[in-house]
T-cell receptor, first 114, second 113 residues
């Protein structure tokens, strides 16, 4: 089984709708991240969490919110989706007690906002 | 601001040839440089990394070199195979309260049989 899973894998929604992307991990890592990938722009950090009580904004947090329900679960919400949020979204984890900079990515969620 | 530039954006080689992807970073305090490979429909997977206390690291057909003075690092793939075809991302750690990774824009590598 994959260590980092994301659901759904694909999602089509309409402008103005609220949607939630979910991430679960079995790696036992405290740190979790949400990234957005756009063609030609690489991966940009949306939010990150160092533990259940620690949530921080990344470079491009506007229009997004997150919830860290447990050590293993980190959800990303789009409160009111807009077309320029169409992108590939990745969740990642890292271990602060090991090679802390190394991040492990999920398979991604492809989101289309019409 | 902090950034990582990656070149080329696309690279096409014949099977058996070598491929080189180059990245430059802006933060002189960066000390960790991972490389990720992203295959179609999958998330990025770490393939090799290097820390600032070494200049070169090799793992079978893959090697990474680091020039701290010039603030650039490179990925070298020798004897390329069709299964090396993917998008490759470089990244550099940025120390701003925590170890954030800044990613390059990616290189799409195509290896032709």
């Amino acid at each position: 089984d994959a260590d980092v899973t994301q659901t759904p894998r694909n999602r089509i929604t309409k402008t103005g709708k609220r949607i939630m992307l979910e991430c679960s991990q079995t790696k036992g890592h405290d740190r979790m991240y949400w990234y957005r990938q756009d063609p030609g722009l690489g991966l940009r950090l949306i939010y990150y969490s160092f533990d259940v009580k620690d949530i921080n904004k990344g470079e491009i947090s506007d229009g997004y919110s997150v919830s860290r329900q447990a050590q293993a679960k980190f959800s990303l919400s789009l409160e009111s989706a807009i077309p320029n949020q169409t992108a590939l979204y990745f969740c990642a984890t890292s271990d602060p007690w090991g090679r802390e900079e190394t991040q492990y990515f999920g398979p991604g969620t492809r989101l289309l906002v019409l | 601001g902090e950034n990582v530039e990656q070149h080329p954006s696309t690279l096409s080689v014949q099977e058996g040839d070598s491929a080189v992807i180059k990245c430059t970073y802006s933060d002189s305090a960066s000390n960790y440089f991972p490389w990720y490979k992203q295959e179609l429909g999958k998330g990025p997977q770490l393939i090799i990394d290097i820390r600032s206390n070494v200049g070169e690291k090799k793992d079978q057909r893959i090697a990474v070199t680091l020039n701290k003075t010039a603030k650039h690092f490179s990925l070298h793939i020798t004897e390329t195979q069709p299964e090396d075809s993917a998008v490759y991302f470089c990244a550099a750690s940025i120390r701003s309260g925590y170890n954030k990774l800044i990613f390059g824009a990616g290189t799409r590598l195509a290896v032709h049989p």
